[in-house]
């Protein structure tokens, strides 16, 4: 009962002063050992299928997904489901409800990458957000430098994929962003890559930058909702729990331009003659308008925009003996 009030009560201040997210704390295992952590296996390049390998929204890659492993979209059953650490803080703050769980796979991430996304959502998981109050994943999260763990990773710098400290936390904001929608919470802010991205759907998509592009959203709703994270291996949960289910919402996107991905090849020698190693896959650009439908139980169905993403095409990095 005890813990009951105290949590209430961080909750009203909360809203009361909107003051920054509380978190529960968690025992979890240090980023050193999730990073040591035996990563699942993926398949090479050539059999990665639609949404990676030559992706294009136009031949219906605008779902990615990966022969024989696991796919990016919504899922409800959740790795933590036993955890202690979250039953109990699921329990102190009345969330007892799961409004929406998305699980995003990382298509072979990179070491640096996949380590700040496992920090990432270690530093994220057990968040409070009150009602009325907008999270920023930048302010909640930020700034990704060495200060705070984070290593070099991939980043889109206009039509160039570079390292950075950082690198990979979009795969966060991404995330936050189809668990935010599929909760219908509001969007305040959200932009789309520079290039599509082989993790989430074409317009699913939420870049971040540190002082200059951030993921927000609003808890529009009543009550306060605990965010649970954690990424296994290459593969990324997150998921919100509140007090009441959401409507039904689901995505619909309509492509207007495709721009076809071109190759780029590469001269490495110790390669057999007639032999070709993808480096990096390419995927089309394209513009791509996305909106949701929201099914209420008694049956209203509304239309909400969510704007157009422009994506230019990434090339394919290819390397050859020729």
Sequence with gaps: MIAILSTLLIVIALFALDLDVVQFSR?????????????????????????VQGASPEKGDIDIK?????????????????????????EELGAEVLMAGYRTVLVDPLPGEEYNVHLAATMLSG????????????RELGPYDESKGFRE??????????TTIGGGVCKISSTLYNVAVLSNLEII???????????????????????????????????????????????LYI?????????KVEWYHEIMDIQEASTIYKTNPNLAPGIERILIQGMDGATVKSRITITWPDGR???????????????????RNQ
């Excluded at 990773?153 to 570079?162: A, E, M, R």
């Design 127 to 138: 968040r409070v957000i009150a009602p009325g109050q907008i999270f920023s994943q930048n």
């Design 239 to 247: 998921a919100f729990y509140g007090k009441e289910q959401p409507p």
């Design 301 to 319: 169905v509304e239309t909400k925009d969510m704007g157009t993403s422009y994506y230019r095409p990434m090339p394919s990095i290819v390397e």
């Design 189 to 235: 802010q959200r932009y789309n890559h520079s290039m599509p991205v082989p993790y989430v759907p074409y317009g699913q998509d939420a870049t971040v930058s540190y002082g200059s592009r951030d993921f927000q959203f609003k808890n529009n709703t009543s009550f306060p909702i605990l965010v649970w994270a954690e990424a296994i291996g290459n593969t």
């Design 66 to 90: 990966v022969i024989g492993q696991l796919k990016s979209g919504q899922i409800t059953t959740l790795p933590w489901e036993q955890d202690a650490d979250f039953l109990q803080a699921k």
């Design 27 to 51: 025992n979890k295992p240090g980023i050193e050992k999730q990073e040591a952590m035996d990563k699942p296996q993926l398949p090479d390049f050539e059999m990665l299928k639609n949404g």
């Design 153 to 162: 990773g991939p980043t889109y710098i206009g039509s160039q994929l570079v």
